[in-house]
């Protein structure tokens, strides 16, 4: 497809720094696993943990999406779409599970991390979806803003959550 031309590097350096992150982010965890447990800790894990791996997969489905062969840009803009619909979702789900979680008192900085910029992230994605058809280059330029801002979302939360089990 004429449009996904330039793009191939970009999606393989993301999808693959995305992949590295998944796997660096399950050895974390197997790391920390001897750490004292907290109260509370599967909340608090699926609040603030889980969705740094969530994020990471969705940089890498979306770099799956636009490396695959498709003849037009439809197909791919419909898989886009239910996947920034779905992180809406479930970007909601996460504020009410850090909401409901009683092992640590969120600050600002995670609101901002686990929730606020993963909705405007996902929100890039399906609402680029959306225009792909009638202004498909800067629904390009929106879908990569988007997987960027995930990538860099899971960087900063993987490295928060490291320090915050090791110092505490």
Known sequence: MRELSGWEN???IVGSSAGALIGLQFVVITLI???PVVRDAERA????AT????????VLL?????????HGIGPAALFL?????????YAAIVARRAQQQTAYKPEFEDWLFHVLLPFAAYAM?????FAARSHTRQALFSVAGAALLLLFIGIHNAWDALLRTTYL
């Not at 969705?51 to 969705?58: D, L, N, S, W």
């Not at 779409?81 to 979702?89: C, D, H, W």
């Open 51 to 58: 969705p740094t791996i969530v994020h990471f997969g969705a």
């Open 10 to 12: 970009f999606y393989v």
């Open 33 to 35: 696993a001897d750490f």
């Open 81 to 89: 779409r239910a996947l920034g619909l779905s992180g809406l979702v």
């Open 45 to 48: 894990g699926s609040a603030f």
């Open 125 to 129: 994605l399906a609402s680029s979806s």
């Open 62 to 70: 979306v770099a799956a999406i636009l490396s695959a062969p498709w």
